[in-house]
């Protein structure tokens, strides 16, 4: 059949425009389908296991739809397909409990269930250039095309290299699109990025077409992921003091962050915290093993930290205390199946944070030594050194890091629990409790006196409401 050069864009047009259509709109149901349980999720509740039976059988339905719009055995969404295997053995589970009665094993079920449906929230989330290269070849493959489909199917290929080099590159500094977490060097399979204080730097000699982007997807701040707007899910909101006099005389806020590590390390709930210590006046990173140790990073470091590496080949069961963006990373890693022994995650609010050389500078500019500064506080848009100097904000304006400005979670949305002052009294901090974990952990903390809890009202959420609000959501 002899076609007139000029009617073969027209005809590519007609096959390919349905292909594409069809593929827009399964997303829309697809992300519905993941709305829906989500929904679900948030009411099913260990403490409710006659509710749990109603929920799971709507989740059910809901996942068939997933099932039926992706093809899950495709090579290329298998760990698509491993996911949604692993959430469904979980939902049984969870249903098992609820007839046994069995409320330990509903929660040990109920937390694997959260995990699992992050991970597929994750795998939706990955750069789509793989669902797209399909869609281009399956449009080629529509009548008679074979042929025309495999140039097309090695042409999507080559651009889809060319694609992730070209997004692979401005992932490095100087694009500016990033928090300085470390997730992109733990994801490089080939060992081809180093993270320090400023950012990642490319070493080369990688083989990116074959790894497909994993430092791109891992990306918190370029792929922040579907978490929700607003303040993210939670179960609980409370205004927490320490108890402890020994953390209150060092802790930022209300010494939450700290007495949750110490407790964590002394119940054995975890063998090491990911935490970040003062040296001078730069951020280190570290793994608190003992109370002195956790004791030791009381205060806000206000400057990036390359925390996630640190973790890197550590063994045993491990918490972390983090801004959001390393949270993010580190749950993103773990839908990747590395850094698998994170057990607990508490993220600290963060509104922005700085280059290294900035509260260095202003020390300077007050004649303080970096040493001798004991205490930054940002608030009212002004730096304090130790009460001994002032600055504004705007003092700082050459060091605040750009990814800060395009980074979409002020509030750790992916943290069992979230801490930070806002719309609590001065010396409290605000708990935001988004997880079944989260919750056991803040009940035993209270239970053993190791904080005082008090409830917040309608003008603290709001208060958060507009704290979240005011830092602008541009994504790239
Ligand atoms: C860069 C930055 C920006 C922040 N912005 C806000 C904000 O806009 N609004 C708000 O309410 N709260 C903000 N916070 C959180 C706030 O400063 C307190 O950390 C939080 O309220 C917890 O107080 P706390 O007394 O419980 O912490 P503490 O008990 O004093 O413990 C502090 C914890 O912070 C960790 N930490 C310190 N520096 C860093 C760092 N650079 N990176 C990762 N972890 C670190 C330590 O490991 C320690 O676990 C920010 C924190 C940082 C580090
Ligand atoms: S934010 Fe984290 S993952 Fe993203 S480029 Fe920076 S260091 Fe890498
Ligand atoms: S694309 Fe893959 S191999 Fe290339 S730098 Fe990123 S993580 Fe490493
Ligand atoms: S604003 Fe905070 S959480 Fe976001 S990238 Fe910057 S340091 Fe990370």
């Not at 140039?151 to 997004?167: D, P, Y």
Request: include cysteine; charged fraction near 25%.
């Amino acid at each position: 059949m002899a076609i007139p050069k000029k009617g073969l864009p027209i005809l590519l047009i007609l096959i390919l425009l349905p292909a594409a259509h069809a593929h827009v709109s399964q997303e829309g149901r697809v992300d519905m389908a993941m709305g829906e349980i989500g929904a679900n999720l948030g009411k099913m509740s260990p403490a409710d296991l006659q509710g749990i039976p109603d929920h799971a059988k709507e989740i059910e339905t809901h996942l068939e739809v997933i099932k039926g719009e992706l093809d899950l055995g495709a090579d290329y969404n298998r760990e698509l397909a491993g996911s949604v295997a692993d959430f469904e053995a979980h939902l049984l589970k969870l249903e098992e409990a609820a007839a046994e009665g069995d409320g330990a094993k509903a929660l040990a079920a109920s937390r694997d269930l959260e995990r699992a449906h992050a991970r597929i929230k994750m795998e939706l989330q990955r750069p789509k250039v793989d669902r797209d290269r399909l869609a281009l070849a399956l449009g080629g493959l529509l009548g008679t095309w074979l042929l025309l489909a495999a140039l097309m199917f090695v042409a999507s290929n080559r651009l889809q290299a060319r694609v992730l080099k070209e997004r692979t590159v401005e992932v490095f500094p100087g694009e500016g699109l990033c928090g300085a977490c470390g997730a992109c060097e733990v994801a490089c399979p080939d060992g081809a990025i180093e993270v320090n204080h400023q950012g990642p730097r490319y070493l080369g000699g990688a083989d990116c077409a074959a790894c497909e982007g994993s430092c791109i997807a891992v990306c918190p701040v370029q792929f922040p992921g579907e978490w929700g707007d607003g303040l993210g899910p939670f179960r609980r909101m409370v205004a927490v003091r320490s108890r402890l006099p020994e953390v209150l005389a060092r802790a930022q806020d209300g010494g939450l962050a700290t007495t949750l590590a110490i407790h964590l390390l002394d119940s054995q709930r975890a063998e090491g915290v990911l935490m970040v210590r003062r040296r001078g006046l730069s951020p280190e990173p570290f793994i608190a093993r003992t109370r002195e140790e956790a004791l030791s990073a009381a205060g806000s470091t206000y400057a990036l930290s390359p925390s996630l590496p640190t973790l890197e080949g550590v063994e045993g069961r491990i918490a972390m205390v983090g801004l959001p963006c390393q949270v993010t990373g580190a749950e993103k890693l773990g839908a990747m199946e590395k850094l698998g022994n994170i057990t607990f995650k508490a993220g600290l609010f963060c509104r922005a944070n700085f280059l290294p050389g900035g509260m260095e500078a202003l020390a300077s500019r007050a004649g303080l030594s970096q040493k001798g500064v004991r205490r930054v506080d940002i608030s009212g848009g002004r730096v304090h050194l130790d009460g001994r100097a002032e600055f504004p904000l705007r003092a700082l304006a050459d060091y605040e890091n750009p990814g800060c400005k395009v980074c979409a979670d002020p509030l750790a949305r992916m943290a069992d629990i979230s801490i930070g002052g806002v719309g609590v009294p001065k010396g409290w901090s605000l708990a935001v409790v988004r997880t079944l974990e989260g919750e056991a952990v803040l009940d035993e903390m209270i239970g053993k006196g190791l904080i005082k809890a008090a409830p917040v009202d309608d003008k603290t959420r709001r208060d958060l409401e507009r704290f979240a609000r005011a830092k602008t959501a541009v994504k790239p």
